[in-house]
């Protein structure tokens, strides 16, 4: 007897906690997916931040990982910070992205507060407002190309309410190339801007705004004080996108000036295209990208940090 009770209890090991079983399964199974991601997103950028710290060119004849033969530091950031063309580029694309966005909010907005409530035939027009945003922006590039001609459907529009020919240069004219492509870019993209707000302002609960009205309030005060407050979110989510999007401009611009006349609607992006596949330089085009990447990459963090503290 005294043997059998010396002998100690077979060990039970403690079961780890579900939350902790369940983490480590995720981390597995998420594994592969995360491994993929860390080699899209940051060897891209390592590379990209090496090459901009030479003078690497695929005509150097030298492969890019040997671009260390070219070492010049930080001369392309010294480079870009004197570079008038590039800073002309940059305004122009703040120009766009700060007429362009305004309006297309509040025309999306507009239309979202007359869509909101049903009425005969919403359907229909519904789905008429949202063909712009289904067009490829090369295809609508031309299609405005071909509307902006000396000859075009807006020339003869104009001709026919001012009794007389007009013929309007509008692509060839340095003080007018850029207003097609502004009239462009918000034709395509008024109905995404639209769609979005409409989601804000339909899912606003009918209750609190019915609740309003039964307490003498107006439209505009309901709209000022229990939609726009409850459309925060939306409305920051919403500016953030076009804001982004507006800033890479490229398609629709390219295919209707090419950046012209001269550089009269050079953008950031046509800019970029230019030096990459004309001219060749390819360390300073990584220095031109990493520096805009930075840049829209504060426009995110300041809108993620307003939707942190809207929530």
């Known amino acids: 007897m005294t043997e059998i009770a010396d002998i100690p209890p077979p060990r039970t090991e403690t079961p780890a906690p579900p939350d902790r079983e369940a983490a480590r399964l995720g981390f597995r199974l998420t594994l592969p997916a995360q491994l993929l991601v860390l080699f899209i997103a940051v060897f891209p950028i390592c590379m990209q931040i090496y090459i901009s710290l030479t003078d690497w060119s695929p005509l150097d004849g030298i492969p890019w990982w040997r671009a260390h033969e070219l070492w010049i530091g930080l001369t392309n950031y010294s480079d870009l910070a004197s570079d008038f063309r590039f800073w002309g580029a940059l305004w122009r694309t703040l120009f766009v992205m700060l007429v362009c966005v305004p309006v297309q909010f509040f025309l999306g907005l507009g239309l979202a507060i007359l869509f909101v409530d049903e009425f005969p035939g919403r359907r229909i027009f519904y789905s008429v407002l949202l063909v712009p945003m289904m067009v490829v922006p090369a295809v609508a590039g031309y299609m405005f190309f071909m509307l902006f001609q000396s000859g075009g459907p807006v020339n003869?529009?104009?001709?026919?309410?001012?009794?007389?020919?007009?013929?309007?240069?509008?692509?060839?004219?340095?003080?007018?190339?850029?207003?097609?492509?502004?009239i462009a870019d918000i034709w395509q993209w008024?109905?995404?801007?639209?769609?979005?707000?409409?989601?804000?302002?339909?899912?606003?609960p009918k209750d609190q705004q019915l609740a309003a009205v039964l307490l003498g309030a107006g439209w505009w005060r309901r709209f000022r004080t229990i939609i726009l407050p409850r459309m925060k979110t939306i409305i920051i989510i919403a500016l953030a996108i076009r804001v982004i999007e507006n800033f890479k401009i490229f398609d629709t611009l390219y295919i209707m000036t090419g950046g012209g006349p001269g550089i009269a609607t050079e953008t950031i992006s046509v800019y970029i295209y230019k030096v990459t596949?004309?001219?060749?330089?390819?360390?300073?085009?990584?220095?031109?990208?990493?520096?805009?990447?930075?840049?829209?990459?504060?426009?995110?963090?300041?809108?993620?940090?307003?939707?942190?503290?809207?929530?």
């Not at 003869?156 to 004219?173: E, K, N, P, Y």
């Not at 008024?190 to 804000?200: D, K, N, Q």
């Open 277 to 311: 596949q004309q001219e060749l330089i390819w360390g300073y085009v990584a220095a031109i990208a990493l520096a805009i990447l930075i840049s829209l990459s504060i426009v995110s963090a300041f809108a993620i940090a307003r939707l942190r503290r809207g929530s």
């Open 190 to 204: 008024t109905p995404l801007m639209f769609l979005i707000l409409l989601a804000g302002l339909v899912s606003v």
């Open 156 to 182: 003869d529009i104009l001709s026919a309410f001012a009794g007389r020919t007009v013929s309007i240069a509008w692509l060839s004219d340095p003080d007018l190339a850029l207003a097609a492509v502004i």
